[in-house]
């Protein structure tokens, strides 16, 4: 089974960017993290990138017909505003699960608000990179192959 996951904007910046809520961890470090969890529980990853809201889209829609049994997001500041990465979750019919690094809901007001969780599956917030793998862990046990 093939799970992709989609870190939104600043991501990238991981480890330099405010450490003190994000953790010294850089994104590369925590895509081998998922790869190493994937291949412990059979299952296939990739993950993909990007600062840019039609790009994550595109990747959403495409998701389905690339074969990926189910979704993890990252939508960063995409999480509390954006209404097209949510019309895009709910289009498709792939299973999403929503993480955070950092707990939402015990930060600023306008970050405790997410226009995306509604329509996924689930979400995860607060655990640093492991919130990627408790994420790859729930689809384990969510699908079947
Ligand atoms: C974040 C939380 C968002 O509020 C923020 O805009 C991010 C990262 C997290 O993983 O904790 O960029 O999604």
């Known amino acids: 089974m093939k799970i992709l996951t989609i870190h939104g904007p600043n991501l990238n910046l991981l480890g330099r960017r405010e450490p003190e809520i994000y953790g010294s961890k850089t994104l590369d470090m925590i895509n081998r993290e998922i790869d190493r969890h994937g ?5 296939a990853t990739t993950c993909y990138q990007s600062n840019h809201e039609g790009e994550i889209i595109d990747w959403l829609q495409n998701a389905g017909k690339e074969g990926f049994s189910g979704i993890i997001i990252n939508p960063a500041a995409f999480t509390h505003t954006s209404v097209a990465i949510r019309d895009a979750i709910a289009a498709i019919e792939l299973p999403v699960i929503e993480v955070h690094l950092s707990n939402i809901s015990a ?15 689930g979400s995860i917030s607060g655990f640093g ?3 990627y793998l408790v994420a790859l862990e729930t689809f384990k046990l969510l699908l079947k192959p």
């Open 129 to 131: 990179s492991t919130s």
């Open 107 to 121: 930060r600023e007001d306008f970050r405790q608000k997410s226009l995306t969780a509604a329509v996924c599956r």
């Open 39 to 43: 291949e412990a529980l059979a299952l």
